[in-house]
């Protein structure tokens, strides 16, 4: 079954990229504080699938569609299956593959149907080669637990209630971004985010300020310090930036 599986995914990977505009999804998920504490082992697997459109923003008031989430398909007998496929959604990135951003490329590997991460010092040098299964969930109890998928353009899902981070290349001020955007980045908002085994966090925000509540405990109440941050969208023509509070 796996083997099959893996096969169905290497062809959808190629039809994506031969009849439309294929990019990388990287979810990151709530942090197991409990099972890191054990030292779990870091091999993992799990699968999570979603369906939706691209929510792109309007001209003038830049708001983000309402989106649907996708549904779960069956995953691995992995301890760490539920991490992804019932945890709790830290953030979804999404990237252009086969282009390098701040010497991270991601790239399809035909030759097993997995997908390459290249880590350099810099954009056109070599570097460390990473390999990842589409689906899998993976835990280094480093971070927050992980997971790649390679998606069509036209599935990209942008939920409503979220904070938005936008990076793209072109001109200014304009609708470039839909084009030429390099990284999309979305956060729930009101959601309570472990951060390592001590801490947590949560996000907050309006047209005009992003709140990020920080606490010395789990559950995001006590010990609580606020920091205020203004959204500002950046321009310089090589690196640009649009953030949005989507609600």
């Given at each position: 079954m796996?083997?099959?599986?893996?096969?169905?995914?290497?062809?959808?990977?190629?039809?994506?990229?031969?009849?439309g505009?294929?990019?990388?999804?990287?979810?990151?998920f709530?942090?197991?504080?409990?099972g890191?504490s054990?030292?779990?082992?870091?091999?993992?697997?799990?699968?999570f699938?979603g369906?939706?459109?691209?929510?792109?923003?309007?001209?003038?008031n830049?708001k983000?569609?309402?989106?649907?989430?996708?549904?779960?398909?069956?995953g691995?007998?992995?301890?760490?299956?539920?991490?992804?496929?019932n945890?709790e959604?830290?953030?979804?990135?999404f990237?252009?593959?086969?282009?390098?951003?701040?010497?991270?490329?991601?790239?399809?590997?035909?030759?097993?149907?997995?997908?390459?991460?290249?880590?350099?010092f810099?954009?056109?040098q070599?570097?460390?080669?990473?390999?990842?299964?589409?689906?899998?969930c993976?835990?280094?109890c480093l971070?927050?637990?992980?997971m790649?998928?390679?998606?069509e353009?036209?599935?990209?899902?942008?939920?409503k209630?979220t904070?938005?981070e936008?990076?793209?290349h072109g001109e200014c001020?304009?609708n470039?971004?839909?084009?030429?955007?390099d990284?999309?980045k979305?956060?729930?908002?009101?959601?309570c985010?472990?951060n390592?085994?001590?801490?947590?966090?949560?996000?907050n925000?309006n047209?005009?300020?992003?709140?990020?509540?920080?606490?010395e405990?789990l559950?995001?109440?006590?010990y609580?310090?606020?920091?205020?941050?203004?959204?500002?969208?950046?321009?310089?023509?090589?690196?640009?930036?649009?953030?949005?509070?989507?609600k």
């Open positions: 796996k083997l099959l599986f893996s096969l169905i995914v290497l062809i959808s990977i190629w039809i994506n990229n031969v009849y505009v294929s990019l990388l999804s990287l979810k990151t709530q942090y197991d504080s409990i890191c054990k030292q779990h082992s870091s091999d993992s697997q799990g699968s699938s369906s939706g459109s691209f929510g792109l923003l309007e001209d003038n830049r983000l569609g309402s989106i649907d989430g996708g549904g779960v398909e069956p691995s007998e992995s301890s760490f299956e539920s991490l992804c496929d945890g959604l830290v953030s979804e990135t990237y252009r593959l086969d282009d390098c951003l701040l010497g991270w490329t991601f790239s399809i590997d035909y030759d097993n149907g997995t997908i390459k991460k290249e880590i350099s810099e954009c056109g070599k570097g460390s080669l990473h390999w990842f299964k589409p689906f899998e993976y835990n280094d971070s927050s637990p992980y790649y998928t390679i998606i353009m036209d599935d990209i899902e942008i939920p209630e904070y938005v936008i990076q793209y001020d304009n470039d971004w839909k084009k030429n955007f990284t999309i979305y956060t729930p908002l009101n959601q985010f472990i390592g085994e001590s801490s947590s966090y949560s996000l925000c047209s005009t300020t992003l709140q990020t509540t920080q606490s405990k559950n995001c109440l006590v609580q310090d606020f920091l205020y941050t203004n959204i500002l969208d950046q321009c310089t023509g090589s690196e640009n930036y649009i953030n949005i509070c989507n």
